[in-house]
């Protein structure tokens, strides 16, 4: 009784290259992290401090969203509020519906995906344009992202050059990524051009100024902003932090943490709308005001969406982003899947050792690990629980509560070291999957201890 | 009731304990060479920086790093190349094909090479649309780390501004890192004395 994101793994697993090329990528990055993060003396203490500026703001969160929504209109912002993604997308499809907008260019956000924006719009007639190269190559797949910051880190550059052999008409068997990312850059301007919209999500919103900050490398969230004059801001509000000395402290971290970067070629402080044009803001709940009550696992809110986690993760290297079930995948998709439906997305919580190293980078000390842990424990209550463990436990705890049988069955253990491989290896044994049984020992310890063997 | 007001009452009604803001006065990097640091890390981010001594004409100067370029965009009063002015052009797509756009900045940061450009132009697209970006900087504006640059950085009315470290760049493609993404191709810091 395996999950769908250990069978999905296996079939990831099976492509021996390219499952062991994206074990390395990922921690090239995680390795780049490393060597910018111990190159600040103060890393551990601006940890500490995005942990903690977070955990005020979360919990004070209703004074800080308000307060930055009152900014943002003295600042002459539109700000709208949703409840969930249906309102979001009714939202902003309205606006652009107002200012008759046929073309909409994106830069990246995940809360869009998460609330399926773009097949919405696309339903409604709008042409939506994903503008981060990443984002855009896996829209022209139609095929989702696969990791939160390098949506398209699974693929290869030959996948890349035959799209856009095909969509964008570059050379045949050119797949030399400067041409290919140069093609891209044509294609995407006439997009930026001819474009009535721009959308952006957010990294941060400053409660102090109103600031919509976006952080980017490309640029194409500047892009996206500078030539239409309608620009839609889609913000979770969770993102909102106090003030720019809070602020500070996360943009120091994010870069690092993401990719290894001492910063993002982009940081961009949206305040107001453009000369002539008119900015929007949608903050959206999606059940994030609830998750604050939940006492085990409101600190997931903290997350500043920098795919650290998933980097280091030796499950995600391992198994990629498509063996998860919820759209973000990784230590952080596993419990934020589950907080959106434990029913639905219980597979993934299997993808973790419980090695905790995801804790350890994590700028923000969200208890990913911990968390997921928590979540195991709840399976069983939620008719999940893989039945074969589930019978071993209850095996194993009434062999543990008994000594004379337990020690009788430690004399026996080792007949299992020479028994055939099929009796041992079946069905029956759930941890054997995957795994190798250790070799028994000959003797016990308690046996040795007893005979004065022990020295 | 409204969006907002069930929003911010489902937020209240779930806060069980409250925690108190840190104390942010963190001591951030400091470098015994700002400049230098400046330099080193501006370059390791694909940037290219050159001091301009007192008395150079900064525009002979980028006339030579750009001897190709025929559309020049920028307002400001000492570039006296411009063959475009984003202050008065009708609409920012006008901009497109700029070889090379001169900015000013008004704070560097040697702890990633950041520059913060507050828009002081019609259309920001001049910031982002060029092949190659040229940013004036004055080296005694260099600070040591971003908490100092927050403490530091200001706003015009247009309520846009942006840090800008090197060139557009992206790694979507197999992790290989190209330049000029979507945005400036080159980015050229020059560092002047006043």
Redesign the interface.
């Given at each position: 009784m395996s999950t769908k994101h250990s069978r999905a793994a296996r079939l990831f697993l099976a492509q021996k290259e390219d499952s062991q090329w994206h074990n390395q990528?990922l921690w090239?990055?995680r390795e780049k992290r490393d060597s910018f993060a111990m190159g600040?003396?103060?890393w551990e203490?601006?940890r500490?401090?995005s942990s903690?500026?977070k955990?005020?703001t979360i919990?004070?969160?209703?004074k800080y969203?308000?307060q930055f929504?009152q900014q943002a209109e003295a600042?002459g912002v539109i700000v709208h509020?949703?409840?969930d993604a249906q309102?979001h997308n009714n939202i902003v499809y309205d606006i652009l519906k107002q200012h008759q907008a046929k073309k909409l260019v994106k830069s990246k956000s995940m809360l869009t995906e998460e609330c399926h924006l773009n097949d919405y719009l696309i339903s409604k007639g709008i042409d939506v344009v994903e503008?981060?190269?990443?984002e855009r190559?896996l829209q022209l797949m139609k095929i989702p992202p696969a990791h939160i910051v390098?949506?398209?880190?699974h693929?290869?550059?030959q996948q890349?050059g035959k799209l856009f052999e095909e969509k964008l008409h570059t050379e045949k068997g050119n797949s030399d990524?400067?041409y290919?990312?140069?093609a891209?850059?044509l294609h995407?301007?006439n997009e930026?051009?001819t474009a009535d919209a721009g959308m952006t999500g957010a990294n941060f919103g400053v409660a102090a100024t109103g600031d919509v900050v976006v952080c980017t490398?490309?640029?194409?969230a500047?892009?996206s902003t500078?030539?239409p004059k309608l620009h839609i801001v889609s913000m979770g509000?969770e993102k909102i932090i106090?003030n720019?000395?809070?602020?500070?402290?996360f943009?120091?971290l994010l870069?690092r943490s993401a990719?290894g970067?001492?910063?993002?070629?982009?940081?961009?402080?949206?305040?107001?709308?453009?000369?002539g044009g008119e900015m929007h803001i949608v903050?959206v709940?999606n059940g994030r005001?609830?998750?604050?009550?939940n006492?085990g696992h409101w600190e997931t809110l903290k997350c500043l969406r920098c795919g650290a986690c998933m980097n280091t993760c030796p499950v995600y290297r391992r198994s990629g982003g498509y063996s998860y079930t919820y759209f973000i995948p990784g230590p952080i998709g596993i419990n934020l899947g589950m907080l959106r439906s434990p029913k639905e997305y219980s597979d993934n919580v299997s993808a973790c050792s419980l090695c905790c190293s995801c804790d350890n980078v994590c700028p923000a000390k969200v208890n990913l690990s911990e968390q997921i842990y928590r979540w195991r424990q709840d399976l069983d209550s939620l008719h999940k629980a893989n039945q074969m463990k589930k019978f071993i436990s209850n095996r194993l705890t009434y062999i543990y509560n008994h000594p004379k049988l337990y020690r009788m069955c430690l004399k026996f253990a080792p007949i299992i070291n020479h028994l055939p491989r099929f009796m041992v290896y079946n069905g029956l044994n759930a941890w054997g999957e995957g795994r190798e049984l250790p070799t028994f020992a000959k003797h016990s310890f308690g046996s040795m201890w007893k005979k004065g063997k022990v020295k | 009731m409204?969006?907002?007001e069930?929003?911010?009452s489902?937020?209240?009604?779930?806060?069980?304990?409250?925690?108190?803001?840190?104390d942010?006065s963190?001591?951030?990097?400091q470098y015994e060479d700002k400049l230098a640091q400046f330099i080193a890390?501006s370059k390791?981010?694909g940037g290219n920086v050159q001091l301009v001594k007192k008395g150079e004409d900064i525009n002979e100067i980028i006339r030579k790093l750009y001897p190709e370029a025929k559309t020049i965009a920028s307002n400001l009063p000492e570039i006296t190349i411009a063959t475009a002015n984003p202050d008065t052009i009708a609409t920012?797509?006008e901009l497109?094909d700029t070889d090379v756009a001169i900015a000013r900045g008004e704070v560097g940061?040697a702890?990633?090479?950041?520059i913060w450009i507050p828009q002081d132009v019609?259309?920001?697209?001049v910031?982002?649309?060029a092949e190659y970006l040229v940013i004036l900087l004055q080296r005694d504006k260099i600070v040591n780390?971003?908490?100092e640059?927050?403490?530091a950085i200001h706003?015009n009315d247009?309520?846009?501004?942006?840090?800008?470290?090197?060139?557009?760049?992206?790694?979507?493609?197999?992790?290989?890192l190209?330049m000029?993404?979507?945005?400036?191709k080159g980015v050229t810091v020059l560092l002047t004395e006043e």
């Open positions: 990528s090239y990055v600040l003396p103060e203490e601006l500490r401090l903690e500026i955990r005020h919990t004070h969160l209703d969203v308000e929504a600042n509020w949703a409840k309102e503008t981060d190269l990443g190559i390098m949506p398209a880190i693929l290869k550059r890349v990524p400067t290919l990312a140069h891209a850059r995407l301007r930026f051009m490398n490309e640029g194409n500047d892009m500078s030539l509000i106090p720019y000395d809070s602020l500070s402290v943009v120091r870069a990719t970067q001492p910063s993002t070629t982009y940081t961009s402080h949206f305040r107001k709308a453009r000369p903050l709940d005001s609830d998750i604050i009550g006492e | 409204s969006s907002k069930a929003i911010l489902n937020i209240k009604k779930n806060i069980k304990q409250q925690f108190d803001m840190p942010i963190i001591q951030g990097i890390i390791a981010v920012p797509q497109n940061v702890e990633n090479g950041c019609k259309e920001k697209a910031y982002f649309i780390n971003m908490h640059a927050y403490k706003f247009y309520g846009f501004g942006s840090f800008i470290s090197g060139p557009s760049k992206t790694a979507d493609i197999e992790q290989a190209v000029g993404a979507q945005s400036a």
